[in-house]
């Protein structure tokens, strides 16, 4: 019984250990926390949108909309650390994780402040250097944008 409640045990991380396994900072850290995540499997990630966000000043004044490729930038930064911990290793001055691909990107809704996104990713192969994602953005429950992603882990020369 203790054996099957730890397996359904959340892996959550909070805003320090995100940055301990992404190399982002302000203001292009687009992850507040992760509520779940497997290692080599999925992460289940958070993005608070706040009128705060600079692109908000000129995207658009009068009706503030996240523009789409933030959204999609937040998936990549989830597959990053889904990446980091499922390799066992941490960003360092010697290597990137780089977001190389983006393939059916599909927008559904507008992203505004107030906003709560969900940011859904799915490891679903690594072939030699490039790993392979199904990403998805939820907020309120309805889906906003998916898209599948792809990123590669590269050493720095």
């Given amino acids: 019984m203790t054996e099957q409640m730890d397996s359904n045990k959340l892996s ?9 396994n992404l190399p982002h900072r302000y203001p292009f850290l687009l992850i507040d926390k992760v509520i779940d995540y497997k290692v080599g499997e999925f992460l289940h990630g958070v993005k608070n949108i706040t009128i705060n966000e600079p692109c908000f ?26 990446g980091f911990k499922t390799m066992g290793r941490k960003p360092d001055n010697k290597s990137l994780y780089y977001f190389v691909g983006i393939d059916k990107a599909r927008f559904k ?12 990713v799915k490891q679903l192969k690594v072939r030699r250097d490039i790993w392979f994602f199904s990403g998805e953005a939820i907020v309120d429950g309805k889906v906003v944008c998916t898209a599948e992603l792809m990123c590669a882990h590269k050493e720095i020369p």
């Fill in 12 to 20: 959550p991380m909070d805003i320090h250990e995100i940055m301990e």
């Fill in 57 to 82: 000043t000129g995207h658009f004044p009068n009706r503030p909309v996240m523009p789409g490729v933030l959204i999609l930038e937040a998936l990549a930064q989830a597959t990053g650390v889904l």
């Fill in 109 to 120: 809704r507008p992203v505004e402040p107030g906003d709560v996104v969900h940011l859904h």
